[in-house]
């Protein structure tokens, strides 16, 4: 276990730098759950700190372990530190530790769309290049409506559906006004140019990339503990 939890500390001092940072603040008698080094902050560096932990390289008070115990198995280990690296790159639900109940609790999925800039731009140039060539406005990437579908991209993971998991429309997950919108969804897809591909023979879904009134455009893609990638387009006019 040991040598196993060193290398991957190996390899997690090198992603340091890349995982993106969270400064949300929790609430009084509140802490991020896994937050190591106290910063308010779940990042890379609570991962390396977890890792040192799990591999006697670092020592954590018995009465520490309940704040720190991310995958809540009563210890310290390199599952502790792979949560927190999902949790940090927005891939998995930040939970908040009370200090003074002990409870644990669902923050929300905070999500950074960073990370998928590339997908979502190549997606738009796609979408662009159908619209061009059907005659109608090319589209423009909205940031705020990439952060909503990342959320619904994590939630169509749990459930398949245009409703999302407590049985609201889809289009609740848009935090921006809006006239007109359209949701499509798709999953197992491995490339930018795959789902398009699949989107673009589907009547539904190509309806949707060539109508007229839309003007923005968000994209999500979440891929889940299996590997498996689920992709989503918000479109609102």
């Known amino acids: 276990m040991k040598r196993f939890a060193v290398c991957l500390l ?18 009084a008698n509140e802490v991020w759950l896994g937050d190591f080094n106290q910063d308010k902050q779940i990042n ?3 991962a390396r700190f977890c890792l040192q932990a799990a591999a006697g390289l670092r020592t954590v008070p018995a009465s520490q372990i309940p704040r720190l ?20 790159a927005g891939l998995r639900t ?31 140039s796609l979408v662009n290049a159908e619209r061009r060539a059907a005659g109608v406005g ?13 959320v619904r991209a994590e939630e169509i993971s749990r ?9 609201s429309s889809c289009f609740t997950a848009i935090t921006i006004s809006y006239r007109t919108a359209g949701e499509n969804i798709a999953y197992g897809q491995s490339t930018p140019q795959a789902v398009m591909t699949s989107w673009m023979n589907s009547a539904g879904h190509r309806e949707n990339i060539l109508t007229a ?15 498996i990638l689920y992709w989503v387009q918000l479109f609102i006019g």
Not at 138 to 150: D, Y
Not at 159 to 167: A, I, L, Q
Not at 218 to 223: A, H, M, N, Q, T
């Open 10 to 27: 190996a390899a997690v001092l090198m992603l340091t730098a890349l995982v993106p940072v969270y400064a949300a603040e929790p609430g």
């Open 44 to 46: 890379a560096a609570d």
């Open 69 to 88: 115990d991310v995958s809540q198995d009563g210890k310290i280990n390199a599952t502790d530190a792979r949560y927190i690296l999902q949790m940090a």
């Open 94 to 124: 930040l939970y908040i530790y009370n200090t003074a109940t002990g409870e644990v609790s669902d923050a929300g999925t905070v999500i950074d769309t960073s990370w998928q800039t590339a997908e979502a731009k190549e997606i738009l």
């Open 138 to 150: 090319e589209l423009v990437l909205n940031e705020s409506l990439c952060a909503s579908a990342q």
């Open 159 to 167: 459930v398949w559906s245009h409703n999302r998991p407590d049985g």
């Open 213 to 227: 009134d839309f003007t923005q455009l968000g994209v999500g893609c979440y891929r889940a503990e299996n590997g």
